[in-house]
Every structure is written in structure tokens, then in C-alpha cells.
């Protein structure tokens, strides 16, 4: 899903490259890449009937406890504005694919698990002090791109309209 999003805003960057009529976009995104319009389109709608099937799985699974963490809650909203724009022929004030990202977030989750996990104690001990090697830098280097393409993704929808 993050990969799908990535290209589809460079997709959209490069079609608005082309309407501003900057020298190195001479042709259309359409152009440049053909068909990927249709694929976007496809790719939404197989992970929204995917998080659509993933909410209600764990919405019969949980049951009363479903409603007790934030993150699931989040996750309705998200596939109930997914839903609601796709079905619908109204518009919704806000772009869905910038809920999307907010399914991102979901990762950060695993910090907490940083504290009680054994195995990422090497992130651990990068996040405190500066002892690690390799496997610390990997995995910073692996949040800082993660921060940047959800700030990128971000920018790009909220500057999209200008």
C-alpha cells in the first residue's frame, strides 16, 4: 500500500509538472506511463475491499473490545471515508489517501515494542545512547525513510491543489 501511494504521487507530480509547463515534463503522466491510471484505480479498490474485509474480521473477532483501542477506531473511520467516497457520487471535504497515510502511523506502534522485545535491542540501545553498529544504523536509516515518505505523501496531497 505504501509503495502504491509513492508512485501514485509521483504520478500525480508528474502530471502536474506537465500543466505547469515545466521544460523537463514535456509529455502527460498518462503518457509517460501508460495505464498506470487504471492500475491506481484497481490497487485502491483491492486495498480498500482488503482493510474493508480487515476491520470487519477483527470487528467479529473482538467484539466489545474492538471499540476499546484507538487504532481500530482510526481504522473504521478511515475504511468508512474510503467507502463513503468510492460508493458515493458527494465528494468529501478531505482526500481519503491522506487517512490512508495515517495507517502508517500504525507502525510507530512498534516502538513500544522496542522496550520489551529482546531481539530489537540493538534500536534500542541506537535510540539512547550512540553504541550500536550496523544494526542500529540500518534501522535508523529505515525510520528516517519511513518519516520521510509519510511527510512527502503528506506535502504532496496538501500542496496538490495549488
Known amino acids: ?3 502504491t501511494m509513492a508512485l501514485e504521487a509521483q504520478y500525480r507530480g508528474i ?3 506537465f500543466a505547469l509547463g515545466y ?3 514535456g509529455t502527460s503522466a498518462s503518457d509517460n506511463w501508460p495505464g498506470a491510471d487504471t492500475a491506481f484505480n484497481v490497487l485502491e479498490w483491492f486495498f480498500g475491499v482488503a482493510f474493508t ?7 467479529l473477532c473482538m467484539w466489545h473490545d474492538f471499540f476499546c483501542e484507538f487504532w481500530n477506531l482510526l ?3 478511515i475504511v468508512g471515508a474510503w467507502l463513503f467516497s468510492s460508493l458515493s457520487a458527494d465528494k468529501l471535504i478531505f482526500d481519503p489517501m491522506v487517512l490512508r ?3 502508517l502511523a500504525r507502525l ?3 516502538m513500544v515494542l522496542v522496550r520489551t522485545i529482546q531481539l530489537f535491542d ?22 528516517l525513510v519511513l518519516f520521510l515518505v509519510m511527510m512527502g505523501l503528506l506535502l504532496q496531497k496538501l500542496a496538490e491543489p495549488y
Open 15 to 17: 502530471d502536474a509538472g
Open 23 to 25: 521544460d523537463q515534463y
Open 122 to 143: 540493538a534500536l534500542y540501545l541506537m535510540t539512547t545512547a550512540i553504541k550500536a553498529s550496523l544494526l542500529a544504523l540500518m534501522w535508523s536509516i529505515m525510520l
Open 1 to 3: 500500500n505504501t509503495l
Open 53 to 59: 474485509l480487515h476491520v470487519v474480521l477483527k470487528l
Open 101 to 103: 497515510l495515517a495507517r
Open 75 to 77: 481504522d473504521t473511520f
Open 108 to 110: 510507530l506502534r512498534l
